[in-house]
């Protein structure tokens, strides 16, 4: 019996001994990639990973059993061989989270990733986002034996077809299952009338977040898909932006919001067409219970944002009409619209906001209506008087504010002198500031030396052009996604 004891004793020793040996293996490979050693987590995006790397790696998930979270993405040589790894990924059942975005992937690749996610009995989110590979047909080796726990799945811009769309149906028993991204698959929604598309939803009673955007030929099909959409009933938020969506297809969609009662966000920004229907989509949608619903270059004209302004639009957290010429002079309409103390975003970028405008939302800030916002976007409203920023700034009551932007449009430049005392002095009012740009505004060097002193003992991200403003390359963009 002792002798017995002696013997399991040493193999215990033993197996301690190359667990030990092997975490300073992993060490060893993630100093080399500029990496830190984590039992449960190894992020690896951008890593320039090569077939040996991988090979490497997959040796070294063994001597990981508490590994939750493997990101490779962004590695274009793991394409290929991705065998090397999948084969070993039992040694790491635990695993929570995989990303394997744009590696270009093959087909074999995504087959052999099917095979494997069988012993991932924990994966809640798989991301396969920008890999071509995964259409044309190779999605159903993928989704042929999905683990049940898997409440995630990403499939941005990978080439997904009708096909692929039927192939969808096959996660009808992750009951789980609540994010749903095929965002930028043109082509998944070309035949979406033909039963693939629209019919894989009724196996997905439980998402609550769908993600079609970018998706330009739903323009003329959402007709079509949105009678399916009311089988979503679970459903919390729906993203159709830059879809080019048809008048058709919004009131389409009108017609089925009253079905979605779970529903809290909605984005159908970049739809020129929803200037037409602001009016009944706003109506149909559960007010009381919205926190965000942006419509960012939709176009607005008068008579849709009078209807927006008109409806209360109680709860919003977030609001962004950026791109609509239409609030210039008309931002006191939208502001009495909102919920005091409750928005935590508002965006009003290249909105042609007059000095008046921001008077108005200084008097706003002045009376503690925006103590919650915590993101301003004031971008490209080059028009507003030195008069109206000063005003903005002094007003106070912004005291959860996180990320400010008054950048002015790329071309173009003024001085910020006359109003920047006013900043320097709200300055201590902004406890939670992370951002601040205030790209193409000029300033003397005095000024830019105080105001970096005024920042000099916090973390601020400050954004703004260099001294030689010719040597200033300009990051923004002056139009909208088109």
Not at 174 to 203: A, I
Not at 254 to 263: F, K, N
């Amino acid at each position: 019996m002792c002798v017995m004891c002696v013997c399991v004793s040493v193999a215990a020793d033993a197996t301690d001994g190359e667990r030990d040996g092997g975490w300073g293996r992993v060490r060893v490979f993630l100093q080399r990639l500029g990496k830190k050693a984590d039992s449960r987590s190894l992020r690896l995006a951008h890593c320039d990973l090569t077939a040996t790397d991988l090979l490497e790696l997959a040796t070294l998930l063994q001597v990981l059993p508490q590994l939750e979270e493997l990101d490779v993405s962004w590695n274009e040589l793991v394409g290929g061989c991705l065998e090397a790894l999948t084969s070993h990924l039992q040694h790491v059942g635990g695993i929570r989270a995989l990303k394997l975005c744009g590696c270009r992937l093959s087909a074999d690749d995504i087959t052999a990733l099917g095979e494997a996610l069988g012993c991932l009995s924990f994966l809640e989110s798989l991301d396969v986002s920008w890999n071509s590979g995964v259409g044309g047909g190779a999605l159903q080796s993928l989704l042929g034996k999905p683990p049940p726990s898997l409440r995630e799945l990403h499939l941005v811009a990978c080439q997904l077809t009708a096909a692929d769309a039927a192939a969808l149906g096959m996660v009808s028993a992750l009951h789980r299952l609540c994010v749903l991204d095929v965002s930028c698959n043109p082509q998944l929604t070309q035949e979406v009338d033909g039963g693939g598309g629209g019919g894989s939803l009724h196996c997905l009673p439980s998402v609550r977040e769908l993600d079609l955007s970018c998706n330009k030929s739903l323009s003329g099909g959402l007709d079509r898909l949105s009678a399916h959409l009311a089988h979503l009933t679970h459903l919390e938020s729906l993203d159709l932006h830059l879809c080019c969506l048809t008048h058709a297809d919004l009131e389409a969609l009108i017609q089925v919001l009253p079905s979605l009662t779970a529903l809290t966000e909605l984005d159908v920004s970049s739809n020129k067409e929803a200037v037409g229907v602001v009016h009944s989509l706003v109506s149909a949608l559960p007010l009381t219970q919205m926190r965000r619903l942006p419509l960012n270059n939709c176009s607005l004209n008068a008579e849709s944002f009078t209807a927006l302004g008109q409806t209360a639009l109680l709860i919003l957290l977030h609001v962004d009409v950026s791109w609509c010429k239409v609030v210039g002079g008309r931002l006191a309409l939208l502001l009495d619209a909102l919920q005091p103390s409750v928005i935590l975003e508002l965006r009003l970028s290249s909105c042609d906001l007059t000095t008046d405008d921001l008077r108005h939302l200084a008097a706003v800030c002045k009376r503690g209506c925006l103590s919650s916002l915590r993101v301003l976007d004031l971008s490209y409203n080059g028009s507003v008087g030195d008069e109206g920023w000063s005003a903005l700034l002094a007003a106070g009551g912004l005291g959860s504010l996180e990320d400010v932007d008054l950048s002015l449009r790329p071309l173009t430049s003024a001085s910020c002198s006359a109003w920047l005392p006013a900043l320097l002095g709200a300055l201590p009012r902004l406890p939670a500031l992370t951002r601040l740009a205030l790209q193409r505004w000029t300033i003397s060097s005095q000024d830019r030396r105080q105001l970096s002193h005024s920042l000099r003992k916090r973390s601020v991200m400050l954004e703004w052009d260099p001294p030689n403003r010719d040597a200033a390359v300009a990051t923004n963009q002056e139009s909208p996604e088109e």
